[in-house]
């Protein structure tokens, strides 16, 4: 949702950016107003998005990849929460610089084609680490009930099977 979102958004500004001498005076500028509001809708969508991404990613993905290694997991960490804040220091400067030697319009550009690039090779990356990891195809409930059981020692198999010789 995140990535087409911004290419939602990009689109659409670049859009008014191209025609708001029109947009504005369509039905009294309540058509340039909707493209406004449509456009911070769906970047507050994008957002939660974003953040629903990085707490499944940072808090359930790399404790499945690294393992229980307290270790590896917190240079994965440190390593995630280094890409997130040299992200958004640098992509704010990037846009910020393009708008300025550029125009609106070729940011928004920019920001769309970004979107819908990075899109590409994050959704491919994530499917290359499900695919090498299979632990993070079993479901929270499942490694939940496998924990408590080995904790009280019971294989899996044996919890089904009804005792022979007990009333």
Not at 26 to 50: D, E, K
Not at 112 to 127: D, P, R
């Amino acid at each position: 949702a995140l990535p087409i979102s911004g290419v939602i958004c990009g689109m659409v500004l670049m859009m008014v950016f191209l025609f708001k001498t029109q947009l504005t005076s369509m039905y009294h500028g309540w058509l340039l107003t909707a493209c406004y509001i449509f456009v911070i809708t769906v970047a507050n969508i994008a957002n939660l998005a974003s953040t629903a991404m990085s707490i499944t990613i940072q808090r359930d993905w790399i404790v499945v990849v690294a393992n229980e290694d307290r270790g590896r997991l917190a240079d994965m960490n440190a390593n995630v929460r280094r890409i997130d804040q040299l992200t958004n220091i640098l992509a704010p400067m990037a846009v910020g610089q393009i708008m300025t030697f550029g125009s609106p319009v070729i940011g928004c550009g920019f920001i769309a084609g970004w979107n819908l690039l990075s899109m590409c090779v994050e959704y491919l990356l994530l499917w290359k680490v499900y695919q090498k990891t299979p632990a993070l195809a079993i479901k929270a409930g499942q490694k939940m009930e496998e924990q408590e059981l080995k904790q009280i020692n019971i294989p899996r198999d044996a919890e089904s099977k009804p005792e022979i010789g007990r009333a």
